[in-house]
């Protein structure tokens, strides 16, 4: 079934191929961002894509206080030191129960990236403490963009998904899985959405240390 999601911040790594492969597998698409200019031009770039693929799909655009209110699914792929001001940014236009996807990690990079430890434990019950009302699930933080953005290649890996909501959870493991190969692996709650977002912190370290960027994760 096709589903309306909002990409909040969808004009940076993460958000277009996220974008191209859920527009492809049949949802519509609103990409936001915090300029209409831009919003407007990453659609333009992402409905090229979506050509090329062979794709009639074609995502729409906007503010992302704009973008919010059409959307069943909003996901926030947006940096953690944007959390709090695009937040209070999207509040107004969100619908109680709407389904609210973290795969934002905490962290920071001084030279060296660094984890960011959080009072609530995770950014994901951060946005749940911050957004009472809606639904809160946090997912795909271990899928790099330059993975999901060969089009041509299935994106190897498991992602792990946490939620309090049951039914928000499996909406959202369903949409991880309309991206081919990808597997989507029951987490539990939101109590344990900070393993997923430090273990992303490590794989980013590990990464730079064996000169091999995008991992992910298999677990087997
Ligand atoms: N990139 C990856 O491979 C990857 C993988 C897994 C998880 N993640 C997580 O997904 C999230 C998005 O990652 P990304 O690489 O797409 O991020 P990004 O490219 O750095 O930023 C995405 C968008 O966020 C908006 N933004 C930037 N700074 C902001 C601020 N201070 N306040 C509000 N909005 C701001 C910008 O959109 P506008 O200027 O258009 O508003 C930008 O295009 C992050 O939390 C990251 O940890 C990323």
């Not at 939620?163 to 493991?173: E, P, R, Y």
């Not at 190969?181 to 990464?207: C, S, Y």
Request: with cysteine; charged share 25%; aromatic share 2%.
């Amino acid at each position: 079934m096709g589903r309306r999601i909002a990409l909040v911040g969808g004009t940076g790594n993460q958000g277009p191929p996220l974008a191209v492969r859920w527009a492809i597998s049949g949802n519509e698409i609103w990409i936001g961002s915090r300029s209409a200019e831009k919003a407007m031009k990453v659609a333009g770039e992402i409905n090229m894509i979506l050509k090329g693929l062979g794709s009639p799909s074609k995502v729409s655009y906007g503010l992302n206080r704009e973008v919010v209110r059409m959307a069943e699914i909003v996901v926030l792929t947006i940096p953690f030191e944007g959390l709090s001001s695009t937040i209070e940014d999207i509040r107004e236009g969100l619908r109680a129960g709407t389904i609210m996807v973290s795969p934002v990690v905490p962290c920071k990079f001084d030279g060296e990236p660094q984890l960011i430890r959080l009072d609530k434990g995770s950014v994901a019950e951060t946005v749940a403490e911050m957004l009472p009302g809606m639904r809160v699930v946090a997912a795909l933080h271990t899928v790099s963009s330059k993975r999901l953005e060969r089009y041509s290649t299935p994106v190897e890996g498991d992602v792990v998904v946490c939620g309090d909501d049951d039914q928000a959870k499996k909406v959202v493991m369903s949409l991880v899985e309309e991206i081919p190969n990808l597997r989507a692996l029951d987490g539990g709650g939101l109590e344990n959405a900070h393993m997923m977002e430090e273990i992303t912190v490590l794989l980013i370290k590990i990464g730079r240390i064996i000169k091999k960027r995008d991992l992910g994760i298999k677990i087997e």
